[in-house]
């Protein structure tokens, strides 16, 4: 109560701010399955992420893991391919190389080759 004897509203309890929505929006009927709402974006992202860390704490050598695990097979997908086209030359240069004569120059082949009318081999 005032001093005047009227009654004083309380004020209004602060209202926290929304969050901008994410994901489908409407027009999925039947077809959005249970727990499949729309997403929300964090308010606080590195708070949220400083939690995750410290309830991810006890699996810290897992997590290392499975990223020196990604690394390498990065690495592997990189260099396999590589590997695989020097080894298709050496076999192919082999074969190649077996129908041949022995002592024969690559160049002196070719020229060989061409002067008897044969440009695709």
Same mark, same amino acid.
């Given at each position: 109560?005032?001093?005047?004897?009227? $009654?004083? !509203?309380?004020?209004? !309890?602060?209202?926290?701010?929304? &969050?901008? #929505?994410?994901?489908?929006?409407?027009?999925?009927?039947?077809?959005?399955?249970?727990?499949? *709402?729309? *997403?929300? #974006?964090?308010?606080? =992202?590195?708070?949220? =992420? #400083? &939690?995750?860390?410290?309830? /991810? @704490?006890?699996?810290?050598? +897992? /997590?290392?893991? +499975? /990223? +020196?695990?990604?690394? %390498?097979?990065?690495? =592997?997908? %990189?260099? *396999?391919?590589?590997?695989? *086209?020097? @080894?298709?030359? $050496?076999?192919?240069?082999?074969?190649?190389?077996?129908?041949?004569?022995?002592? /024969?120059? #690559?160049?002196? @082949? +070719?020229?060989?080759?061409?002067?008897?009318?044969?440009?695709? =081999?």
């Amino acid at each position: 109560m005032s001093s005047n004897g009227q $009654v004083t !509203p309380a004020p209004a !309890p602060a209202k926290a701010p929304e &969050r901008p #929505k994410y994901g489908p929006t409407g027009g999925m009927g039947r077809m959005m399955g249970p727990g499949q *709402g729309t *997403g929300e #974006k964090s308010l606080n =992202f590195l708070s949220s =992420f #400083k &939690r995750l860390l410290g309830h /991810l @704490a006890p699996e810290r050598g +897992v /997590l290392i893991g +499975v /990223l +020196v695990l990604a690394i %390498v097979g990065i690495a =592997f997908n %990189v260099i *396999g391919p590589l590997l695989l *086209g020097r @080894a298709t030359d $050496v076999i192919f240069t082999g074969a190649i190389g077996a129908s041949l004569p022995a002592g /024969l120059t #690559k160049e002196q @082949a +070719v020229a060989e080759l061409r002067a008897d009318g044969n440009n695709t =081999f």
